[in-house]
């Protein structure tokens, strides 16, 4: 009995697709095995085929060598199988200690039992060194710790096979080390894992097979340890993807956005999230905002956007103070917005792609007319944006974006926001969650919106992206700038030292003097 | 072929779910019927089944009258609805359109007959909204969920008209509203095709109204953006919506639609007055059951409130048998209770069409 997991010609149709074509998977026991393929390729399909949410229409599907039928995830869980979704499935207004067991609650005479649970739960958090707070709701923890509370779901169920989807895209790298350590541990105690993801260095590091999809299908199953990136990419992609960032030098012209002491109170803590921050962006180039997460990036953003009002300081664009515009007037005088959340920010996900690609100019004449909305044109916008940008879905306008795979859906926000012929694109984590050949392309974008005189000011946290597509880095810290660097000259280690708050730069001394 | 494109029809697997609902509602109340009196009950089953058609078209008109005010009620729920929000206070907002009509039926008789009773129903209209006002925008700046304060809303209105009616417009022998003649609706020609009957211009206007409100949500910027909040209130706002005035002006409208239910049935030459006592409109609650059957689409309503108009006729017609109205009542909870279940509907006929279909390709 040499698989734990074998799905066998497994087939799924959605209207207008075929998420599966007669794929087979094969997952030896106690190995991670990566799953790979490019957005829409069909994998989220696939794992909730494997975890009951969706039934095949073809094909079987075999747990340690018996064959199966697994109609819902409790099925699932019957047969050890854990998933932990792109999209966390967590009770908002629950505390993470009652999203644990909720499910398989202890119940003694039809009262709830916690503490039982709480003790197994606080021992598997120190076991793997899952850090949580039993007690916190989920809605005010971090994704990491949010996801954290979904894999401890898994080990309380007791389950030994786990599906990861897409576990780091919302992490930070601090958090990616960490989590790898943790998948490691799990093999090494005889648990077997299905880790989907599309960052190549990570299946390098973790996995030891990793099976690739393309479009629906099933294109191969290889080694890590004999097959290069350069390989995987091009079995996913069907050619070669370049991974390396071209770019000429920067034409940089006239400042368009200038940014003057500005502080924005946290909600959180007494202390200011943004503190006395100034810079300008100029056209022609890419600004990079540097950071570990949760120093103040989000609510500079928010502040630039109009999402959140501004306590102190201004913001000029153009020369025109729009520090307390409404963010009407920003999107629409050339200020676009790619989100850092795409689900609560980016999309409405119960409108379609065409609804959601004309989501902030539906009102202009181009697709209205004396308030009637002018669904020809509508439809024609949509058109043009998916065949332009390659937005993949099953019923083209008229798909639900909820249906859409989590990459597809970035892409229709990258397209709106570009289309829109902005002169300052403010992108927030443009790539996550994209595969490379899609990455590639947005780089690319972003780089012409560079090159045509726009302005782009960018938020990551990945630094190869920080380091390869900026032309100049501010890095963030405690909500203050700490220090403007070159990425042509500064080390990854020295970005580091910024971004954890040991050194600043000349000219970003930490102020003492009680001004 | 043809089926198998049919049932894969997103609305018409909606729509199918309702009328499976109908079909089990149907055949539970039969089975009701059966064990309350069971001698009777095939042919008390029929007089349901036949609803208004039992009276001749004197009992189509009376079923078109009593579907009136629910179509407008359900279109005030399903408009909501659309919009992401529950107005659970239809009640209020009719009752509060009621009095207004009445109000202005009865004082403002300097007006000229054929106008006075059009303003009592723009009157009814501004009250309704006024109503439902409140508390969209409690929940638009305080974050005050709408349906406790629509409940609130509610028993205070109820309260509030039980007071005016007594201060302003009482017939004090009746213990109820003075009758506003001067303002009657005029009967449309409803008096030509359904003689004898209560049917006047009150459901060509809510027949109207659901044609407009369909295309506010489905043809215009403005139904995009109310429907855009509904879905999610943060991207709404992210894309440049003022999300707060949508939200009150959801819940206005969703009022005003109320109010109009409220001042059409009042305004009706039917007899029918704002008694002074402690109980909510139930054309109100009524609404609910309406939007949820017309899955909140306003054509739908017209639809499935002339259908609860037509059910609550049979119920009429069966008291005839001995059988009390309330099993009508029964028997439409438990069509609702199957279409608030439509969603297991739903999918049983996605697996019908699968089996039918086989693959697409
Ligand atoms: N519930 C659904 N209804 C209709 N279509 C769907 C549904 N779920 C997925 N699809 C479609 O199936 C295809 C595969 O989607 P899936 O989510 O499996 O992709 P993925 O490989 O996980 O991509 P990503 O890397 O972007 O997450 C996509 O084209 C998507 O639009
Ligand atoms: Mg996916």
Redesign the interface.
């Given at each position: 009995m040499e698989y734990v997991i074998e799905m066998l010609n497994i087939t799924k149709?959605f209207?207008g697709i075929i998420a599966n074509d007669d794929i087979t998977l094969q997952v030896r026991k106690g190995e991670i095995h990566a799953l790979l393929g490019e957005n829409g390729a069909g994998k989220s399909t696939l794992m909730s085929v494997l975890f009951g949410l969706y039934i095949s229409?073809k094909g079987k599907i075999k747990v340690r060598g018996n064959e199966v039928k697994i109609h819902n995830p409790n099925d699932a869980n019957d047969l050890g199988i854990g998933m932990v979704h792109q999209h966390f499935k967590l009770v908002h207004n629950f505390t993470v200690l009652e999203n644990i067991v909720l499910g398989v609650e202890t119940v003694r005479g039809g009262f709830l039992i916690m503490d039982d649970a709480r003790a197994k739960i606080v021992n598997l958090s120190k076991q793997y060194n899952l850090r949580i707070e039993p007690d916190a709701i989920i809605e005010d923890i971090s994704v990491g710790m949010q996801q954290r509370v979904e894999i401890l779901k898994m080990l309380y169920r007791e389950n030994d096979i786990l599906i990861f989807d897409e576990p780091t895209a919302v992490l930070t790298p601090q958090e990616i080390d960490e989590l790898m350590k943790i998948m490691k541990r799990l093999v090494e105690e005889g648990k077997s894992i299905i880790f989907i993801t599309h960052k190549l260095n990570e299946i390098k590091a973790v996995a030891d097979r990793v099976s690739v999809l393309r479009k629906g299908k099933y294109i191969g199953t290889v080694d890590v340890a004999n097959t290069s990136k350069e390989e995987m990419s091009e079995m996913m992609v069907g050619r070669k993807v370049i991974f390396e960032i071209a770019k000429g030098e920067a034409n940089i012209g006239d400042n368009v956005l200038t940014v003057r002491n500005l502080s924005i109170n946290s909600k959180v803590h007494g202390k200011s999230a943004v503190h006395n921050v100034s810079f300008d962006l100029r056209k022609g180039e890419i600004l990079c905002v540097a950071g570990i997460e949760g120093n103040g990036q989000s609510e500079l953003i928010y502040a630039l956007?109009g999402?959140l009002p501004v306590d102190g300081g201004e913001i000029y664009y153009k020369g025109e103070d729009i520090t307390h515009k409404?963010?009407?007037?920003?999107?629409?005088h050339g200020i676009s917005?790619i989100?850092e959340d795409r689900h609560?920010?980016?999309?409405?996900?119960?409108?379609t792609l065409s609804?959601n690609l004309v989501?902030?100019t539906?009102?202009l004449n181009e697709?209205?007319n004396k308030?009637?909305?002018n669904f020809k044109s509508r439809l024609t916008n949509a058109k043009k944006m998916i065949e332009q940008y390659d937005i993949r879905s099953g019923e083209g306008p008229i798909t639900l974006v909820r249906s859409m795979s989590g990459g597809n859906q970035q892409k229709a926000i990258v397209a709106r926001e570009v289309e829109k012929d902005p002169d300052v694109i403010i992108a927030v984590q443009p790539t996550r969650g994209l595969d490379v050949g899609a990455i590639e392309y947005i780089h690319n974008q972003l780089i012409k919106q560079r090159d045509m005189g726009r302005a782009v000011l960018l938020i990551s946290l990945e630094l190869s992206e920080v380091l390869g597509v900026s032309d100049r880095i501010l890095v963030m810290y405690e909500g203050e700038i700490v220090g403007e660097v070159d990425p042509k000259e500064v080390t990854q280690q020295e970005l580091g030292l910024y971004m954890s708050g040991s050194k600043r730069g000349a000219g970003y001394e930490r102020k003492e003097t009680s001004e | 072929m043809n089926v198998k494109k049919l049932l894969?029809n997103r609305s018409f697997k909606s729509a199918s779910a309702s009328v499976f609902a109908i079909l089990f509602g149907l055949l539970i109340g039969y089975i009701i019927l059966l064990i309350s009196n069971p001698a009777q009950a095939t042919r008390g089953f029929i007089i349901i089944l036949n609803g208004g058609f039992n009276g001749g078209l004197r009992g189509v008109g009376n079923m078109l009258h009593n579907a009136m005010p629910i179509i407008l009620t359900g279109l005030s729920v399903g408009f909501a609805f659309k919009t992401g929000l529950f107005n659970i206070g239809a009640s209020g907002q009719f009752i509060l359109g009621a009095f207004t009509a009445i109000y202005i039926g009865v004082k403002w008789t300097f007006l000229p007959s054929g106008t006075l009773w059009i303003v009592a129903i723009i009157g009814a209209m501004i009250a309704g909204a006024l109503w439902g006002g409140i508390a969209g925008v409690l929940k638009a700046f305080r974050n005050v969920n709408e349906v406790i304060t629509s409940i609130m809303l509610n028993y205070i209105g109820m309260y509030l008209v039980n007071f005016l009616v007594v201060s302003t417009v009482f017939d004090l022998t009746r213990n109820q509203s003075i009758s506003p003649r001067a303002a009657y609706l005029p009967t449309g020609g409803m008096n030509i095709l359904f003689p004898l009957s209560s049917a006047n211009i009150g459901i060509i206007i809510a027949i109207v109204v659901a044609i407009i409100m369909y295309i506010v949500l489905e043809?215009?910027?403005?139904g995009?953006?109310l429907?855009?909040v509904g879905?999610?209130r943060?991207?709404?706002?992210?894309?440049?919506?003022?999300e707060k005035k949508s939200i009150i002006l959801s819940m206005m409208i969703a009022g005003a639609l109320a109010g109009l239910g409220g001042g059409l049935l009042y305004l009706s030459n039917t007899g029918k007055h704002i008694e002074v006592v402690d109980i909510l409109a139930s054309e109100g609650f009524n609404g609910i059951p309406v939007a949820l059957l017309g899955l909140s689409n306003p054509i739908g309503i017209i639809f499935s409130g002339l259908f609860v108009g037509h059910m609550n006729m049979g119920g009429f017609y069966m008291q005839r048998l001995r059988f009390v109205p309330e099993v009508i009542d029964i028997m439409i909870a438990i069509i609702i209770y199957f279409s608030a279940l439509s969603l297991a509907f739903k999918s049983f006929i996605e697996n019908l069409s699968?089996k039918l279909g086989g693959?697409?390709k």
């Open positions: 149709e209207p229409e956007t999402l409404p963010i009407r007037y920003r999107n629409s917005h989100p609560k920010h980016g999309l409405v996900l119960d409108y609804e989501l902030q539906y009102f697709f209205q308030g009637f909305i | 894969s043809k215009t910027t403005f995009f953006e429907k855009a879905y999610n943060e991207a709404s706002r992210y894309a440049g919506i003022n699968r693959r697409t």
